[in-house]
């Protein structure tokens, strides 16, 4: 357990893209067994005090890295596609593995956005991850994130668990159609094994500090929150923290009490 006190650092500055019109998947039901992935949420990590200044105002926020991994049985596969450049989102489908089976699709899977951020510009899976900060014990949000979306991809093994359809190598490994916002189609997705991750402060990876109150907060990352995407588990979709905040002489300060894998209502070990 960690029980340190964060440090505060000032504010940091703010292959395959392409798919056919008619994807070579098939919409029917499938006679094959579904192998569907386990998005499996990974506990917040790398918590930082950071410190925002604008003309008139300052502002704090706590950065956090988040990681999602795949453990299932196939992999999440999330394929993009719109008319014509006039239309500003892809709507998104899920391509679904099946065991000795076509592929199978299962549409209104989400929406993918093109963002243009400081340092690169990309399409987004919208609404992927969220993060928000409750009281312990509640589930009322007091402060939710503003993540611009997801650009997911294979960018970390999983060496936890052993999985028999893990790829040797690294499958999705796109940039989510950077510098092209004129594509129609394209693919994202996480393989079996492999996981994916942002690190604190990375567009929207931080929470707003600014009028919380001294005390104790639970830090709650979710992954699929609405449950748009087929999984095999539902069940470890939440990880949180509990955290303390303390202010000094204005400066907020985070203590960890406690992190909780695969559970959304954390407390601390007796």
Not at 182 to 192: F, H, P
Request: proline share 7%; net charge positive; hydrophobic share 35%.
């Amino acid at each position: 357990m960690n029980r340190s006190i964060l440090r505060v650092v000032p504010a940091l500055a703010a292959g395959l893209l392409m798919i056919p019109a008619a994807l070579g998947t098939s919409g029917a039901a499938s006679e094959g067994k579904p192998l569907l992935p386990d998005l499996d949420q990974e506990s917040p990590t790398q918590l930082v005090i950071t410190k925002v200044s604008k003309p008139g105002r300052s502002s704090w926020r706590l950065g956090f890295a988040s990681a999602v991994r795949n453990i299932g049985a196939g992999p999440l596969i999330v394929d993009g596609r719109r008319p014509s450049p006039g239309q500003r989102t892809m709507g998104a489908v899920q391509v679904i593995v099946n065991d000795g089976s076509p592929r199978s699709v299962i549409e209104n899977a989400g929406r993918l956005r093109y963002v243009r951020s400081p340092d690169h510009q990309h399409w987004h899976l919208l609404g992927f991850d969220r993060y928000e900060l409750r009281r312990p014990g509640s589930t009322d949000s007091l402060v939710r994130d503003r993540k611009s979306g997801f650009c997911l991809g294979d960018r970390y093994a999983v060496t936890t668990h052993e999985l028999l359809a893990k790829p040797p190598d690294p499958v999705y490994t796109s940039r989510c159609g950077i510098e092209r916002p004129g594509l129609l189609g394209i693919r994202e997705g996480i393989s079996v094994g492999y996981g994916d991750d942002y690190a604190a402060n990375l567009e929207g990876q931080y929470l707003p500090l600014d009028g919380l109150r001294p005390g104790r907060y639970t830090l709650v990352h979710r992954v699929n929150a609405d449950r748009r995407l087929m999984e095999s588990s539902y069940e470890n979709n939440a990880s949180s923290a509990l955290l303390r905040l303390r202010r000094r002489g204005g400066v907020p300060r985070i203590r960890i009490l406690a992190v909780c894998a695969a559970t959304e209502q954390c407390a601390p070990a007796r």
